[in-house]
């Protein structure tokens, strides 16, 4: 896998209609591979040059020549980025260029993993920008951008800060017992550990966060048989996929549907109509939709004004007078019973639509939009969310020990440095680092010691 | 002039480190030479006469198991006897002992001159004698030389020793002592680098000029066993240390002088020890009103007294002002004024775990010269090297303590892979494994190893067998018999209890510290069972051995600066690296990826 002046190279750039292509060259040697490709040297590092592209006597392209030299690169080793004109064919036949002089092609994620390997990116950042690069939505990317800037590795290193802290008052008083160090109260212990558990469990929180973005936010459309519950998700998704019919009860089970909403992922959820059935199947439908609107963060509950209130309908209401959601009153070019519904609905904030029409539909996805807003799901105190679950068995791990130790009381000292020493493994593996001797440089400036 | 002597082994210095070498590899059947500038000094302790302590008491009982001479002669001359850090469980209870200096002195020097094959020297060595890349002898400064194929430096800190009083300043090994100028050239000769570290030590005071009577009492405690558990120890009579503290006048006048101090005033260079700094280090490092100090007795001929915590170079005029305003020394007389000393050493990780310097056959460090600190330190370093030289002699494999089943195994397994850059001391939270090797259990752990080799006789190899025998059939008893539905394991289990109310002692023919093991076996189990699991976990990769000719400069994908660290520690396994300052997980991986492509036989 890894050899000897061994060059890669990759075009970074999506080769389909793009104007602009760029390619990239890392490893020992790369600067000379690619010079002997263009009409002019390239001078300096960190410069870009403007340079022919040759080929016997052929010029292949005019591009911008970038060289980086390592460590001050991205993958830590000397790199160039080649910035050609785009179009499949004249990027790829620059990367074949380069490739038959001598580099080979780059395996996927590659440039990254030498980056790591050469220490310019922890664990944590390498995960990061896989995550980026494969984030759906633009608050798991802003995300990931977060913690490819180290954010999180850095509160990890603050929490096994404080671990070794509270490690080393321990050593201290087990290493000089003739020395005016203090004994480590109970108290004092239950705090710091107190403050740790809480900030783990912050952190576990967050990772709930990246579960509704990536799992998607729930919408269920709620309301009776032939409410115009499909009419108004296929409005919404602007296609034609739920299958719009005027017989009641062809939705018998949940369709869902994946949209994209201010940058969320959204999950719609077409009910089957609600209404107070002896069929089988559909009892066992009506079920499930209830289900899916107890488990979904928004609701769109429908009623139809052309016809007059049911039982079911009141039911309805009353079952998710709790619930986040929009009312729509539906129909309302035959509002026939607009009136009976506007006294049911009174307390509730509500819109009135038709969707045969479209009147009142664009208020209707303003306040889609709204209820959408991404600030709506994220905390505004969460400055960032844990977007991968190897951290959080970590994470809880180092918490079950930190509630492990405040349980038992009167024991030795040592049991409890050496409980702790295994929380500050665990915090230490999820940034990829192994143990550094880091307890006696904090006592050794926490404590005035020495006989 | 022409050598009048040839030997299997030559040790340059009578220190602690000197004495354990010199002794193991005589015992051991080797011709042995030990050279030392002072025969009166052999055996030394020019700091306080203290023996053990949290991290060294343990070592000392290894050095036991490995037939050592301290613990022996430290229970012979302990005129203080302490068993410290009860607060904690036996992991961590440490002995410790003041001696008799002039007594522990003179027995070190009278034990060696009884040993059969053991010939003590008067002399200065200033040159080392190198053929190819191998030593083969030393010459005095008188011109004579000594032949030897194998050469252990336990200089202490000679090596172009200087100390500093004030503004004073002299060439000294310590207060009074040539220090070895030439020694220290040759060695650089050899290409062997070498730092300058700083330690210092306390004012004398005399015994009659204090008032005790104002001062809090310490007394020598009731200890059945010594450091040595092969002999039943015959005590000498009990001295107390008393207990004083400075004050902010004190750390006022300290303050007002310290451009005085060559600490602060820039003329000494060398680093000194974070843990044992000097007052003037204390008051200004740290904000308190006021520092511990022990009076502790030197010896029972002798008034002199040692101000534990007191360590400085303010100039005599500051010391005798401010000591007259600690309590109870308002009228005290000074012995001898404290000094600090500068002094070179080598960079231990130019080393091999056999203390063997890797580039030149034969010659070995052991000691302070390796940038440690402490008797003990220097005594379990000296044993080690003494034993390969023994080794080496007979044509017998090396003998390398595993760091995570013994202290002396960490001290150099730290010194050889970390290096250190001030004098290195031993503390218990330095043990990875700190809950299953404990000084209860050093001869459980040690003797095995320490019979192979032929350092114990075969009357201490039986009484280790006795002992080992004692202690697995009470476990096992322990683990089979059942009390009010829980097996007797379980009960000892409880917090607060203790063996004695669980069995009865005699019936199982334990001594003390067997009792102490048992106990600790019993109540560490959880935690025993989970360190021997984390052993065995890693152990695939751990002790996979790095090639020797391994060219870390071609791993092209760990930084240039770990390649660096990686050529000055040659770590000899990939468990070795994990240990190296400024590697990452990442390296190792990077390091494991290129040996499987260049077909290392032990991955794939």
């Known amino acids: 896998m890894i050899e000897k002046k061994d060059i890669i190279a990759a075009i970074a750039t999506s080769t389909v209609g793009s104007t602009i292509g760029i390619v990239r060259v890392s490893g020992k040697g790369c600067r000379e591979l690619v010079a002997s490709l263009l009409n002019k040297p390239i001078k300096k590092a960190r410069y870009s040059y403007l340079r022919k592209i040759i080929k016997g006597d052929k010029i292949l392209d005019e591009v911008l020549v970038i060289f980086f030299q390592g460590p001050k690169s991205y993958t830590g080793e ?43 990116l922890d664990l944590i950042q390498a995960e990061s920008i896989n995550n980026l690069i494969n984030s759906n939505n633009s608050i798991l990317a802003d995300n990931s951008v977060k913690m490819m800037n180290g954010i999180f590795s850095r509160r990890i290193e603050e929490l096994r800060d404080k671990i070794i802290e509270i490690i080393a008052y321990l050593e201290a008083f087990i290493d000089f017992p003739e020395d005016d160090v203090e004994e480590v109260s109970e108290a004092f212990l239950d705090e710091r550990l107190n403050k740790i558990i809480s900030d783990i469990k912050v952190l576990i929180r967050s990772f709930d966060i990246y579960k509704r973005l990536s799992d998607g936010i729930k919408v269920a459309i709620a309301g009776k048989t032939n409410v115009g519950k499909s009419s108004l998700l296929n409005a919404i998704l602007k296609e034609e996929k739920a299958i719009v019919t005027n017989i009641p009860g062809t939705t018998r089970d949940i369709l869902e549907h994946q949209l994209y909403i201010n940058g969320l992922n959204v999950i ?41 209130i049911t039982e079911e309908e009141k039911e309805l209401l009353e079952k998710t007078k709790n619930k986040n959601k929009i009312v729509v009153l539906n129909k309302c070019d035959q509002e026939k019973y607009l009136k009976d519904y506007q006294k049911l609905v009174k307390d509730v904030d509500h819109l009135t639509l038709s969707l045969k029409t479209s009147d009142g539909f664009d208020a209707f996805e303003k306040r889609l939009h709204e209820e959408l807003e991404p600030s709506n799901f994220i905390d505004s105190n969460v400055e960032f969310f844990i977007d991968n679950p190897r951290y959080i068995q970590s994470l809880k791990n180092v918490c079950d020990i930190c509630i492990k130790i405040i349980d038992k009381k009167d024991i030795p000292p040592e049991f409890i440095a050496e409980d702790l020493k295994e929380t500050r493994k665990g915090l230490s593996e999820i940034i990829g680092e192994v143990y550094k001797d880091d307890i006696l440089d904090k006592i050794f400036s926490t404590f005035c010691i020495g006989k | 002039m022409k050598s009048f002597f040839s030997a299997d082994v030559i040790v340059i210095g009578g220190g602690h480190a000197g004495i354990e070498a010199a002794y193991v590899a005589a015992k051991g059947g080797a011709k042995t030479i030990l050279i030392t500038i002072n025969l009166d000094t052999i055996g030394e302790t020019p700091c306080n006469p203290s023996i053990g302590g949290p991290g060294k008491s343990q070592i000392v009982r290894e050095i036991d ?15 203080q006897r302490r068993m410290i850090n009860t607060k904690g469980g036996p992991a961590v209870h440490s002995l410790r002992f003041q001696v008799d200096r002039d007594k522990y002195r003179k027995t070190m020097k009278n034990t060696l001159e009884k040993v059969k094959n053991l010939y003590i020297k008067q002399g200065k060595v200033s040159d080392l004698l190198v053929e190819g890349n191998g030593i083969v002898g030393v010459k005095l400064n008188t011109g004579a030389e000594f032949y030897a194929e194998n050469v252990i430096i336990t200089a202490g800190t000679f090596l172009k020793g200087k100390i500093h009083i004030g503004d004073f300043s002299q060439k000294a090994g310590r207060y009074g002592e040539p220090g070895s100028f030439s020694l220290a050239k040759a060695i650089s000769k050899l290409g062997i680098s070498l730092n300058r570290l700083k330690t210092g030590t306390t004012p004398r005071l005399d015994s009659k000029t204090i008032d005790f009577s104002s001062l809090r009492e310490q007394p020598s405690e009731n200890i059945i066993h010594g450091f040595s558990l092969w002999k039943t120890p015959n005590w000498l009579s009990g001295r107390s240390c008393y207990v004083t503290r400075t004050n902010e006048e004190i750390h006022r006048i300290i303050e007002k002088n310290i451009d005085r101090s060559p600490l602060f005033s820039g003329k000494i260079k060398g680093i000194g020890p974070r843990y044992c700094p000097s007052i003037e280090d204390k008051v200004f490092r740290f904000e308190k009103d006021s520092h511990k100090i022990f009076l502790e007795p030197e010896g029972l001929f002798t008034d002199e007294i040692y101000m534990q915590g007191f360590s400085t170079s303010l100039p005599e005029d500051i010391q005798h002002k401010i000591i007259r305003l600690i309590p109870g020394l308002e009228n005290v007389h000074i012995y001898k004024p404290g000094y600090a000393v500068e002094y070179d050493c080598i960079d231990s990780r130019e080393l091999k775990k056999t203390l063997e310097h890797a580039s030149i056959k034969g010659l070995y460090f052991a000691g302070q010269v390796n940038g440690t600190s402490g008797y003990e330190e220097a005594a379990g370093q000296g044993l080690i090297a003494g034993i390969n030289a023994l080794m080496k002699v007979q044509k017998r494999k090396e003998f390398i303590l595993d760091r995570t089943r013994s202290y002396i195994g960490t001290l150099i397994d730290d ?190």
């Not at chain 1, 990367?95 to 310019?120: D, M, V």
């Not at chain 2, 892979?417 to 001869?443: I, W």
């Not at chain 2, 996979?544 to 000055?568: F, G, T, W």
């Open chain 1, 78 to 120: 000397d790199m160039i980025e080649i910035h050609c004109h785009g179009g499949y064919v004249n990027t790829r036949r620059i990367y074949e260029n380069i490739l038959e002089k001598g580099a080979r092609s780059a395996h996927r994620g590659e440039f990254t993993k030498r980056a790591f390997f050469n220490g310019k």
């Open chain 1, 268 to 308: 719609f959820f077409d009910t089957a109509g609600l209404r107070d059935s002896e069929d089988t199947v559909e009892k066992i439908g009506i079920k499930r939709a209830m289900n899916k609107i107890e488990q979904s963060e928004l609701l769109i509950l429908m009623f139809d004004i052309s016809s007059s």
């Open chain 2, 65 to 79: 198991a490995l037939g050592g001479l301290m613990p022996k002669v430290s229970d012979m001359c302990a005129i």
């Open chain 2, 415 to 604: 010194l050889t892979l970390k290096g250190t850059n001030e004098p290195y001391r031993m503390f218990t939270s330095r043990m990875d494994y700190r809950m299953m090797v404990r000084q209860d259990n050093a001869h459980l752990r040690l003797c095995e190893k320490a019979y192979e080799a032929g350092v114990i006789s075969q009357d201490q190899y039986k009484e280790y067998k006795e002992r080992t025998f004692r202690i697995s059939k009470t476990l096992k008893y322990m683990e089979k018999n059942i009390k009010k539905g829980k097996t007797l394991k379980q009960l000892l289990k409880t917090p607060g209890k203790k063996l004695e109310d669980i069995i009865k002692i005699k019936d199982f023919d334990l001594d003390d510290n067997d009792i102490i093991t048992v106990e600790s076996e019993i109540k560490y189990e959880g935690y025993i069972l989970k360190l021997k699991k984390d052993q065995e976990l890693n152990k695939k990769w751990r002790e996979v051995r790095l090639p020797e000719d391994i060219d870390y400069m071609d791993i092209n994908h760990i930084s240039i600066e770990a390649r660096q660290k990686l050529i000055k520690a040659r770590p000899d396994t990939i468990g070795d690296i994990e240990r190296i300052p400024g590697i990452n997980s990442s390296d190792i991986t990077g390091i494991i990826i290129y040996l499987r492509k260049n077909g290392h036989k032990d991955i794939n």
